[in-house]
């Protein structure tokens, strides 16, 4: 299975920061790359797919890139609604997998 | 708006079987554009996909799993469901049921999760 390794495993962050997260597949995925935010209680929520693409309703500060094997996840101005959370996954084989996940904290 | 709503026992016995249902409503479960899938997250980890299924035909399990769980598709009462069969304690968790992109693989949406416990 291709593993998919996130980092860091949490962070700390203030309101209005620029936070980037990291995912890193073991093997070449080419794009086949989502991430998702979820906050306590609720199910995940698709944030972007195919490594950079913002799912219809998701806040543009909110943006994805990479390809191959490193991707990473970048809010570009934290708001209170944001700590969360984050997962990627790939789908670049029927058989799915998922990061270990980040959880963004307030500084 | 296609929504998901799983349903099913909270509370299983060791060594028997969980089943849940996912009714999904606002859009057709027959749709060739997308697969519908069973996920879990035990207690404070993360997310661990189990199965996905298009309503007429190719169905993917996770390996780990594989010789324990059937998931099926009822297109006249557009709904799916998962059997995981001797479960233990291990099997406690978050069950989530979603629709897959069968373009590129990703998950969206999802429902809301149901806790199922494994205990006697």
């Known amino acids: 299975d291709i593993q998919m390794t996130q980092s860091p495993s949490s962070l700390s962050a203030s309101v209005g920061d620029r936070v980037t997260i990291s995912c890193r597949a073991s093997?070449?995925?080419?794009?086949?790359l989502n991430w998702y935010q979820q906050k306590p209680g609720e199910a995940p929520k698709l944030l972007i797919y195919?490594?950079?693409t913002l799912q219809r309703g998701v806040p543009s500060r909110f943006s994805g890139s990479g390809s191959g094997t490193d991707f990473t996840l970048t809010i570009s101005s934290l708001r209170p609604e944001d700590f969360a959370t984050y997962f990627c996954?790939?789908?670049?084989?029927?058989?799915?997998?998922f990061g270990q996940g980040t959880r963004l904290e307030i500084k | 708006q296609v929504q998901l709503q799983e349903s099913g026992p909270r509370l299983v016995k060791p060594s028997q079987t969980l089943s849940l249902t996912c009714t999904v409503s606002?859009?057709?479960?027959?749709?060739?554009?997308?697969?519908w899938s069973w996920i879990r997250q035990h207690p404070g980890k993360g997310l661990e996909w189990i199965a996905y299924?298009?309503?007429?035909?190719?169905?993917y399990y996770n390996p780990s799993l594989k010789s324990r769980v059937t998931i099926s598709v009822d297109t006249s009462k557009n709904h799916f469901s998962l059997n995981l069969t001797s479960v233990t304690a291990a099997d406690t968790a978050v069950y989530f049921c979603?629709?897959?992109?069968?373009?590129?693989?990703?998950?969206?949406?999802w429902g809301q999760g149901t806790l199922v416990t494994v205990s006697s």
């Open positions: 606002g859009g057709s479960i027959s749709s060739a554009n997308y697969y």
């Open positions: 195919a490594a950079s």
């Open positions: 996954q790939q789908g670049y084989t029927t058989r799915i997998t």
């Open positions: 093997q070449n995925i080419n794009n086949y």
């Open positions: 299924k298009y309503s007429s035909g190719s169905t």
């Open positions: 979603a629709r897959v992109s069968s373009i590129e693989i990703w998950f969206d949406p």
